[in-house]
């Protein structure tokens, strides 16, 4: 069965590092997500992507947020200056070229800013 | 925007039944259901995508009402499987999902 998967698993940086995120979404999606979830709380959205554009995004999406699709495949999230508070479960999904948009998450990766 | 969800938590015992309710104080278009265990990704459950739709697979179901604006999900006859904490997700943008806060169940054996 399709899955999405993630990489790193557990990413640890250092404050004020620039971190980037790797997914590759199940391969005949359009739609493709990101999420974040801290220690215990709910999961937020953060951004959506479509045909190679943001559609929509959260407030938690600042100037240091930003995704790419830089190949057919995989679907990136950089964070450019990593503060304490990003610490959190960061979770990627995607979903197929019809509504509604059932989204399938990824394994996640914990990323720890110390 | 952000959709309640109500109990907090549920402690059943295996067997059991339990209720997971969701209300959003604005319309709802759709309705989504996920299921998370500890330190795993959400997994789908299900969509509700108007109202009077009635869903469900194995022993889990949800209704959506959309004059109330509001979804339940019902676990009857519960499964130590069913643990875990339960989303609902409303949609707030052409492809945005605002998750509640999650109720979490534990199934006792």
């Known amino acids: 069965e399709p899955e999405v998967t993630q990489t790193p698993s557990h990413q640890v940086t250092q404050m004020g590092q620039e971190v980037i995120l790797r997914c590759v979404p199940i391969s005949n999606h359009l739609y493709f997500y990101w999420y974040r979830q801290i220690l215990g709380q709910k999961v937020e959205f953060l951004v959506s992507f479509y045909n190679n554009e943001i559609s929509e995004k959260s407030e938690i999406f600042d100037d240091q947020f930003s995704v790419e699709r830089p190949d057919g495949s995989n679907f990136t999230l950089k964070i450019r200056s990593t503060k304490l508070e990003d610490s959190a479960m960061y979770f990627c999904?995607?979903?197929?070229?019809?509504?509604?948009?059932?989204?399938?998450f990824g394994p996640g990766t914990r990323l720890t800013v110390t | 925007q952000q959709p309640v969800q109500s109990p907090q938590a549920v402690i059943l015992r295996e067997g059991e039944d339990a209720v997971i309710n969701c209300s959003s104080s604005?319309?709802?278009?759709?309705v989504h259901w996920y299921r998370q265990k500890h330190g795993e990704a959400p997994v789908f459950l299900m969509i509700l995508l108007k109202g009077g739709e009635q869903k469900g697979h194995d022993k889990i179901s949800a209704s959506f009402n959309e004059k109330k604006q509001q979804s339940s999900l019902y676990l009857t006859a519960s499964q130590l499987s069913y643990s875990g904490t339960y989303f609902c997700?409303?949609?707030?943008?052409?492809?945005?999902?605002?998750f509640g806060k999650g109720t979490r169940l534990h199934i006792l054996p």
């Open positions: 997700g409303t949609e707030a943008g052409y492809d945005k999902i605002i």
């Open positions: 999904a995607s979903s197929g070229d019809r509504q509604p948009y059932e989204q399938y």
């Open positions: 604005k319309a709802l278009y759709s």
